[in-house]
């Protein structure tokens, strides 16, 4: 079956501007993360979702940083006001059970910040 | 929060070679995830461990909950074996914590 997708795969854009980034994660999978890899911090959560439910917005590095997920499955990481540190590869997993589940990582998107 | 150590970090061997990567953590974990990423490439589940030992193929991982330690093993590793072996812990609310990885290279 299908995996993780995400879209786009490359995104070059200009400091200052907004982006959206999106995850489809596999059918059924009620768990969803996004991380962030970068050369200098290497692989680091941001936030998760688990259904519906209102996520824990702690792990975000600013509040330019926001996400959503809508019906449970479709998942939308928006960057405001990027910064060029916010240059790294966004990747997106999903799982069908949450602490115990195995994760399967969508192949992320690369973010440059001119 | 959950300190995750890598060891070694680079590792390169000839192939054929028995290959094994440590990883320890700080913090008693549910489950421990041992993931791969080859060069430009998206990242691999291998294992997801809550006690024992798993086996897929050549790949062998074990976990010791009492010692906060794991283990992953490569038997008769092959070139295509090169990539860098990451391990995490947690998961649900906190998301995965990373190890730094593990850069294995395979000589033919």
């Known amino acids: 079956g299908a995996g993780v997708s995400q879209s786009p795969s490359n995104k070059v854009t200009e400091k200052g501007k907004d982006v959206e980034l999106r995850c489809d994660p596999i059918?059924?999978?009620?768990?969803l993360y996004w991380y962030r890899q970068s050369l200098g911090q290497g692989l680091e959560f941001l936030i998760y979702?688990?259904?519906?439910?209102?996520?824990?917005k702690s792990g975000l590095p600013s509040d330019r940083f926001s996400a959503e997920r809508t019906g449970g499955s479709v998942s939308t990481l928006t960057i405001q006001r990027t910064q060029q540190e916010d240059s790294a590869v966004y990747l997106c997993?999903?799982?069908?059970?949450?602490?115990?589940?195995?994760?399967?990582f969508g192949p992320g998107t690369r973010l440059t910040v001119l | 929060k959950n300190e995750v150590e890598q060891s070694p970090q680079n590792l390169t061997a000839q192939e054929g070679e028995f290959i094994t990567i440590n990883c320890s953590y700080s913090?008693?974990?549910?489950?421990l995830h041992w993931l791969q990423q080859h060069p430009g490439g998206g990242i691999v589940s291998l294992f997801m461990?809550?006690?024992g030992k798993k086996k897929h193929g050549r790949l062998i991982a074990t976990i010791n909950i009492q010692e906060k330690h794991s283990s992953l093993h490569i038997t008769a590793s092959h070139p295509r074996d090169s990539a860098v072996y990451i391990c995490?812990?947690?998961?649900?609310?906190?998301?995965?914590?990373f190890g730094k990885g593990t850069h294995l290279i395979i000589q033919p």
């Open positions: 997993a999903s799982s069908l059970a949450a602490v115990l589940g195995e994760q399967f």
């Open positions: 059918s059924g999978h009620t768990a």
């Open positions: 979702f688990q259904g519906n439910s209102a996520p824990d």
């Open positions: 913090v008693g974990i549910s489950a």
């Open positions: 461990l809550s006690s």
């Open positions: 995490a812990v947690g998961g649900g609310a906190d998301g995965l914590t």
